[in-house]
């Protein structure tokens, strides 16, 4: 079994930078897909930011593209998201998740697809 353990949220003011970090340990998925999730109160789970194909490739959704990046350690075993240029809209609580590689775009942006999910860490922007 995968445990995920995230970190590095915190409050910071609009246009500043925070990085996420993702800990994996235990089982991993041979052919995976790693990623983080947000949700504000009062909205829906969003999918943010994955990796996959041997931790390769990427995918952003079109709010953070150019402003967040998810990078690999393979030899920390861990995933970073770093996000610049934060905007209010950004407040939520991120979810690091892992699974088996998704074979498109809209099985990797469902919360179900992914039976792995760290504990989250929360992120404040303010104006």
């Known amino acids: 079994q995968v445990q995920l353990v995230d970190s590095g949220g915190g409050s910071v003011q609009a246009g500043g930078s925070l990085r996420l970090s993702c800990l994996a340990s235990?089982?991993?998925?041979?052919?995976?897909?790693m990623g983080w999730f947000r949700q504000a109160p009062g909205k829906e789970r969003e999918g943010v930011a994955f990796i996959y194909s041997r931790l390769r490739s990427t995918y952003y959704v079109d709010s953070v593209k150019g402003r967040f990046t998810i990078s690999p350690d393979n030899a920390k075993n861990t995933v970073y998201l770093h996000m610049n240029s934060l905007k209010p809209e950004d407040t939520a609580m991120y979810y690091c998740?892992?699974?088996?590689?998704?074979?498109?775009?809209?099985?990797?942006?469902?919360?179900?697809?992914?039976?792995?999910w760290g504990q989250g860490t929360q992120v404040t922007v303010s104006a």
């Open positions: 998740v892992e699974g088996f590689q998704p074979g498109n775009i809209g099985d990797m942006l469902t919360p179900e697809w992914y039976s792995e």
């Open positions: 235990g089982y991993t998925y041979s052919s995976k897909c």
